[in-house]
């Protein structure tokens, strides 16, 4: 029973990520065009608030975050159902930073390339634990804990956003950040 809801959570989640990379496609498509004609032709490529450029940062941290936790999981994670949902990790924060970066660059902000402080601090702390004190305590981490932050900061940031683009990008993370929280909790750490 536990492994059909598993499976059926990973199905959910990977129909959700498809419909991501689709909006991705079309958003790199468009970035393309825009980038290869002239560049008074780009629509809204104009400065940034401040509050616009936090949002796309903040989005940018939280995928990079979320991107180096899972690849420690991939090779320290003892069960499958972890290391399953660490790839998820990866294949879906790493579309959406690609996404993000495209946007940065359209506007001209420099994004993080590497986890802030906190997120380096968990990552040495990840590399101590093997076996099931490593899948919990990532699960608890970077599962419910980060996903339930970054939710909470996409919530807040895009009540502020002006941009339509950065809009569009808060607007495409919200779901999937809400399906990665629903399944990190959905799955018991003993």
């Known amino acids: 029973m536990q492994k059909r809801k598993t499976l059926k959570e990973l199905l959910t989640v990977s129909a959700v990520a498809a419909m ?6 079309q958003a790199q498509t468009q970035t393309s065009a ?23 940062m903040d989005m940018a941290q939280a995928n990079v975050n979320e991107i180096a936790a899972a ?32 946007v940065a660059q359209q506007k001209g902000v420099t994004l ?3 986890p802030d402080a906190m997120h380096k601090t968990m990552a040495a702390e990840l590399e101590k634990q093997s076996g099931d004190a ?11 804990k ?5 939710l909470s900061k996409l919530q807040s940031d895009a009540t502020n956003i002006k941009d339509p683009d950065v809009k569009a990008l808060a607007d495409a993370h919200t779901p ?10 959905d799955m018991k750490m003993n």
């Open 20 to 25: 991501f990379v689709t909006v991705g496609v």
């Open 134 to 144: 490593f899948d919990k305590m990532y699960m608890e981490n970077a599962g419910t």
């Open 71 to 102: 690849k420690i999981a991939l090779n320290k994670a003892q069960s499958n159902d972890v290391k399953a949902f660490a790839q998820k990790m990866v294949d879906d924060h790493g579309n959406a930073l690609t996404k993000v970066q495209a």
């Open 146 to 150: 980060d996903h339930k932050m970054v």
């Open 34 to 56: 825009a980038q290869s004609g002239a560049a008074g032709q780009t629509q809204s490529s104009g400065k940034l608030s401040s509050g616009d450029e936090k949002a796309l």
């Open 176 to 185: 999937v950040v809400e399906q990665h929280l629903k399944a990190a909790q």
């Open 112 to 114: 993080p390339t590497e």
